[in-house]
């Protein structure tokens, strides 16, 4: 982009012109800064300009667009099993927090449309997955994130499934260790190795075509599996490389660009021979070369009667905790 000939071509006073050219050439932008600039780009809408996610000191390779169009500007994918879709929790026509906001967006997958996201319908998961009129910890992610930072306009993607395994989303080669194992997992399913991680490829990619920006890129994934594996027993040596295998397939997705991947731990389970610390631990202690992995600590948070799914309340307590590690991973930068 050449900023002296964008400049050239729009009615920008001297001193908004100071204003960009600083904020276009420098790599930190302070929050002041950063709402002087929304400012003017609000009386020149059709003036772009790529600024960083960082307000406080993160690196250029975390970036937005921001920009007045009514579609998103940062896209959230969202993946897991059940608590991802919200099952056993409620949407509170009451309660301000669950109410759509006209800056926050999702992906209908269904009828390949973005729209105004709500906990209602089914723009923020398939109708078969995620049951209209449940509550969202990302949708309450969205919400911290817009609070946060002016001008964003957060898009989710969800792709979920209750009751799954990680082969729904892993994918190994034949000349790895747990490939044969792998597919004697996913064959429980009678589905694929990675079903649902190419459901989310394929939705990925028709969402962003339809957005006049066709260049935007992955801001996040948030990420909640692992109530399966603990039940059934998974091989945990396993379970720790199928999850580091997940992080790399939606970093490639990214085009292998810095990929904020934050997972939740699952809540607390002891029954029978199962025990959730092991599947927690690994989502814990996950190491990756960029750091760009963090995980919200939701092992505490209130549960419905069986144990495995969040209560309304804690999907509200999850969507900032998710945020918080969101947080932290750009603090890194």
């Known amino acids: 982009m050449d900023i002296n000939l964008i400049l050239s071509q729009e009615n920008i006073t001297k001193k908004n012109i100071d204003i960009i050219q600083e904020l276009y050439s420098n790599n930190n932008i302070t929050l002041n800064k950063y709402k ?82 709500s906990l209602t319908d089914t723009s923020l998961g398939p109708e078969n997955e995620r049951v209209p009129g449940k509550n969202l910890f990302a949708f309450h992610f969205a919400k911290h994130l817009i609070e946060k930072f002016p001008g964003i306009k957060p898009g989710i993607i969800n792709v979920c499934s209750g009751g799954k395994s990680i082969t729904n989303w892993a994918l190994f080669d034949k000349n790895e260790v747990y490939y044969k194992y792998n597919l004697e997992k996913i064959s429980l399913y009678n589905l694929v190795q990675g079903h649902y991680f190419n459901i989310h490829k394929v939705s990925y990619h028709k969402a962003i075509s339809l957005l006049s920006n066709n260049n935007i890129k992955i801001n996040v994934i948030l ?39 934050i997972a939740g731990t699952i809540l607390d389970y002891y029954k029978s021979n199962t025990n959730s610390d092991n599947i927690n631990n690994i989502i814990r202690n ?47 930068y």
């Open 36 to 117: 002087e600039w929304l400012e003017i780009i609000k009386k020149y809408p059709n003036f772009y300009l790529t600024i960083l996610n960082n307000l406080n000191n993160f690196k250029k390779n975390i970036n937005i667009v921001i920009s007045y169009n009514n579609e998103p500007n940062f896209i959230i994918l969202v993946s897991g099993q059940s608590n991802a879709g919200g099952w056993g929790s409620l949407y509170d026509k009451n309660n301000i927090y669950d109410q759509p906001n006209d800056n926050i967006f999702g992906f209908d997958i269904t009828n390949s449309i973005w729209k105004k996201a």
């Open 286 to 332: 996950i190491k990756i070369k960029n750091e760009s992995y963090n995980y919200a600590e939701l092992s505490k948070l209130k549960c419905n009667e069986d144990k495995l799914h969040f209560t309304t309340e804690s999907h509200h307590i999850a969507g900032k905790l998710y945020f918080d590690a969101y947080i932290k991973v750009l603090e890194k």
């Open 223 to 261: 990420w909640h599996q692992g109530e399966s594996d603990n039940i059934l027993n998974s091989n945990l040596d396993y379970y720790n490389i199928a999850l580091n295998k997940v992080i790399n397939q939606y970093t490639t997705l990214n085009n292998n660009k810095i990929t904020p991947f």
